[in-house]
């Protein structure tokens, strides 16, 4: 158990040791200006009262170490840096983007899970038979056609052609709805975004479930369970997708920077003002300030949902307390 | 190693369509500058015109031929693909190799460099170098190689270590064998499976950060991408350019994901035995 608990802590330290070397290292290590480098966009002139300014939040004229110690007590303080952009501390753009970006998330979550592992489990058990096969190829083709460009047909299908969706946004500017004409002002926003996430992460969920239901499959338990004469549907989603999903929590982890890939081009594609479209426009407008707080946040997120999912574990499979 | 890989890919119908679509577009992909009928640097013909028998996709908003710019862009993600997986796994190959064999300190150090890299959102990390930096072509497949070779490491680790304690390894090792014998002969020969694997997956890997930085604007604006004719094509959709500009990049972009997830499905298939077949002595 003490070597577990070394083990995460040792893995955080070198990931957020990554994360200071790309933040605080890396424009110092640039050749040139470190404040040109970072500041410069397209929309600002440093003036030299700016300049000068910068110089002194940075400690840039106090040796490497006590800009060091500077940065990470700025960091500590929830201090990100200020966008010059966009004439905000980026803590708040991101803390005004974070909600959006969860609600899209979470929710795609929550449905790619049930769905892929419905999926799964119903494939797995009719296996080599036809309904599976053409499951498993439709799958497979899903999850070759990237969320971008799925993104994109959806686009011009459904909101410019059709016009049954909007076009951009998380919902209707000025339009003073409230109660639940507001949430469905909401969810109508959202539900071209969310088909897209959701569908590509059903792929990934059905195979993982699929293949792991197999092997699951064929545990004399099951076989027990059917001598019994438990019914199908029980054995099924009881017996066997109860031992089969245990892969899925695993991997939640690792899945999170594919997600996190996903939202940054969804909502970029839909223009839904969560941290992907914030991203966006940090790009556009080479607002780095706000690049590293975008990434500092969504690494310091995803820690925090593997310590979650870490602890869960346990509680799902007691096995893994005796495994270290 | 009882599989024979090749004929039974062959058998595998899955991983033969994703194979023969792979090989014709990256064939495509490769003959572009004979196959193009015009330059795609080449801006001097009128703007947005429809398609013709002269240009087959039409032309752009800056009168670029849009079907020699497919072909060269396709390149693009054909090249980033396959370059990038090489490298990765490489690297992955190397450490995890080496990780298994020298073990102790060394071993540690790798592995949680792993596992922090797991954790860490690739794409957010070569945005943000891209946007200090503005690199060009090879720098960005290098760095994409840099931040994605931990889960072939992690693999190749977990083999090698397990095929130490084989009977095979040791009585090579007892009739005197040396290391890179067996390394040659017993290691790699086994590892091949992952490797192959590996190499397919972090390919798709690539081909999709290609188009999607450069959808985002943060590719090296003058080679020919995916991502950069669909970004402009979204935004001359209301001229009705989208059947002629917008789709063509977005279906090949999809095919050559396809045919690479084909690809890594039948290669699992075939070397995890257990997935094969029907239910039927697990059922009866």
């Not at chain 1, 099924?236 to 999903?245: L, Q």
């Not at chain 2, 095929?163 to 090792?173: D, G, V, W």
Request: proline share 5%; glycine share 6%.
């Amino acid at each position: 158990m003490r070597n577990r608990t070394a083990k995460i802590v040792t893995i955080y330290l070198l990931t957020i040791f990554f994360l200071l070397f790309l933040n605080f290292l890396l424009p110092r290590l640039l050749p040139g200006d470190v404040i040109l480098a970072m500041y410069s966009g397209y929309e600002v002139t440093i003036t030299d009262e700016l300049y000068n300014e910068l110089v002194q939040l940075h400690g840039l004229n106090k040796p490497l170490h006590v800009q060091f110690f500077i940065y990470l007590v700025q960091l500590a303080h929830g201090n990100l840096g200020y966008s010059h952009i966009c004439h905000a501390p980026t803590t708040t753009l991101i803390m005004d983007a974070l909600p959006w970006t969860m609600l899209l998330v979470c929710t795609s979550f929550i449905l790619s899970a049930i769905i892929g592992m419905v999926l799964g489990v119903e494939s797995s058990w009719v296996r080599g038979k036809r309904t599976d096969q053409s499951l498993l190829v439709s799958m497979l083709v899903v999850d070759g056609i990237p969320s971008l460009a799925v993104g994109i047909l959806f686009l011009t299908i459904f909101s410019l052609y059709g016009g049954w969706f909007p076009t951009s946004g998380a919902m209707t500017p000025y339009s003073n709805l409230a109660g639940i004409a507001h949430i469905k002002d909401i969810l109508w926003h959202l539900i071209l975004p969310l088909t897209t996430l959701t569908l590509s992460q059903i792929p990934g969920d059905y195979l993982l479930i699929r293949n792991s239901m197999i092997l699951t499959i064929r545990e004399p338990y099951v076989l027990t369970a059917r001598a019994k004469g438990i019914k199908e549907r029980k054995i099924k989603y009881f017996h066997a997708a109860r031992n089969a999903i245990l892969p899925f929590f695993t991997r939640i982890g690792i899945r999170l920077a594919y997600v996190i890939t996903g939202v940054l081009f969804i909502e970029t594609i839909f223009a839904y003002p969560g941290l992907g479209l914030l991203t966006y426009n940090a790009i556009s407008n080479r607002d780095l300030p706000l690049l590293q707080g975008i990434l500092t946040v969504s690494v310091l997120l995803v820690l925090l949902i593997n310590i979650v999912v870490d602890l869960l574990y346990k509680k799902i499979d007691p096995r893994v307390e005796y495994a270290y | 190693m009882h599989i024979r890989p090749f004929r039974e890919f062959k058998r595998n119908r899955i991983g033969v369509t994703g194979l023969v679509m792979f090989l014709l577009l990256s064939t495509t992909a490769i003959l572009a500058p004979l196959i193009a009928p015009h330059d795609p640097w080449d801006y001097s013909d009128r703007s947005f015109q429809p398609p013709s028998m002269n240009h087959l996709l039409g032309t752009n908003d800056i009168g670029y031929d849009i079907f020699s710019e497919l072909l060269w862009a396709l390149r693009t993600s054909v090249f980033f693909g396959v370059s990038v997986a090489a490298i990765a796994c490489t690297i992955g190959l190397i450490l995890g190799v080496s990780a298994a064999l020298v073990g102790g300190l060394y071993d540690l150090v790798v592995m949680r460099i792993v596992d922090a890299l797991l954790a860490i959102p690739s794409i957010l990390v070569l945005i943000l170098i891209a946007a200090y930096f503005r690199p060009s072509t090879m720098i960005l497949v290098v760095t994409l190689s840099l931040i994605i070779w931990q889960t072939i490491a992690r693999g190749v680790r977990a083999q090698t270590l397990s095929l130490k304690t084989k009977p095979h390894i040791k009585a090579a090792r007892n009739m005197g064998a040396s290391t890179v014998y067996i390394m040659r002969k017993h290691i790699l020969p086994e590892l091949f499976p992952l490797c192959a694997m590996g190499f397919v997956t972090k390919a798709r890997i690539a081909v999709f950060m290609e188009a999607g930085l450069s959808f985002l604007g943060i590719f090296d604006p003058t080679t020919k991408s995916l991502g950069i004719m669909m970004s402009y094509a979204m935004r001359y959709l209301y001229l009705d350019v989208w059947f002629n500009w917008l789709l063509p990049a977005v279906l090949s972009l999809s095919m050559l994901i396809v045919s690479l997830a084909l690809i890594s499905y039948a290669i699992e298939e075939i070397f995890d035995p257990r997935l094969k077949g029907g239910n039927n002595a697990a059922t009866v």
